[in-house]
């Protein structure tokens, strides 16, 4: 039997200089494709959060595809993290650092309640700065996070670092 570890590593491909120079694209799309290391990836995510979490929130885009089933298999609602300006208001709004430049990340306001148990899941951990913008929504809107899960994880940037405070689980850490 195939690890899920194996599976994303069998299954990711490194795509150089995209979106900019320099950069190493992690492409989840041959693991999406392959529907039975999909579905094994969205069981590893999902298996200890049953139970533990009321909300999984997924961070745009490739974070909608894993958090969205793995919402479904918890039983629980799934809070989508948008660029600015496409959620209805009223949201709140972090801006954060990426590894090559800067972005926003908006959430509904009326997203989570004060107590609401979450989880946090993404494709990828690079510098960390899209999870802590993400944390900090979740918690200015009272929720408790529970876990991040993230697909892969590209240790040689220490994302980990600015998420310190938080459980933080990857299934891959490159």
């Not at 745009?60 to 208001?89: H, S």
């Not at 809107?141 to 933080?168: T, Y």
């Amino acid at each position: 039997m195939t690890s899920p570890e194996q599976l994303v590593a069998a299954h990711v491909r490194d795509v150089p200089d995209w979106p900019l120079p320099g950069i190493v694209f992690k492409d989840i799309t041959p693991l999406l494709a392959d529907a039975e290391a999909f579905a094994a990836v969205l069981e590893a995510f999902a298996a200890p959060l049953r139970g533990k979490v009321d909300k999984v929130v997924g961070i745009e885009a490739r974070g909608f595809i894993l958090a969205a089933p793995v919402a479904v298999a918890c039983g629980a609602g799934f809070v989508p993290l948008r660029k600015r300006g496409k959620l209805p208001p009223p949201t709140f709004e972090e801006t954060y650092a990426l590894e090559y430049g800067t972005a926003t990340l908006e959430i509904s306001a009326a997203a989570l309640q004060p107590g609401d148990r979450v989880a946090v899941v993404d494709d990828v951990l690079a510098t960390g700065g899209t999870a802590e913008a993400a944390c900090a929504l979740v918690e200015r809107l009272g929720g408790e996070i529970v876990e991040l899960a993230m697909l892969i994880e590209l240790g040689f940037l220490n994302g980990r670092a600015r998420v310190a405070d938080r459980p933080l689980r990857s299934l891959v850490t490159l």
